[in-house]
């Protein structure tokens, strides 16, 4: 069975950094797209990120592109999102998705399976 579980959400300063994880299971991460989504408080969910290692894209939405990036460890289940130079606008819960390939990556609906979500807050 497919899981997802973020993790690494927390209170954060303005200007501060976060890293947020992705664990999963159930799949072999690499034959998967990952995209990264977030949703504030009364709005849409929003497209963030998506990476495919076996393609070698990975795509940013420009509003993040230069602040958050898509990055691996030793773990091979596992992809964080490094989050830098927060700022208020960055409030919401961020979620990970899986899918079968990073195109129309910013629709929600071309992914398949999704974690629970972990909040991250940008605060003074």
């Known amino acids: 069975q497919v899981h997802l579980v973020e993790s690494g959400g927390g209170l954060v300063q303005p200007g501060g950094s976060l890293r947020v994880s992705c664990a999963v299971s159930?799949?072999?991460?690499?034959?998967?797209?990952i995209g990264w989504f977030r949703q504030a408080p009364g709005k849409e969910r929003e497209g963030l990120s998506c990476t495919m290692l076996r393609s070698g894209f990975t795509y940013y939405k420009d509003s993040v592109k230069g602040r958050f990036t898509i990055a691996s460890d030793s773990d091979p289940n596992t992809r964080y999102l490094q989050m830098n130079n927060l700022n208020f606008g960055d409030t919401a819960v961020y979620y990970c998705?899986?899918?079968?390939?990073?195109?129309?990556?910013?629709?929600?609906?071309?992914?398949?399976?999704w974690g629970q979500g972990t909040q991250v807050t940008v605060s003074s």
């Open positions: 998705a899986a899918g079968p390939q990073c195109s129309s990556w910013l629709n929600s609906n071309v992914y398949d399976h």
């Open positions: 159930g799949f072999t991460l690499s034959d998967f797209a």
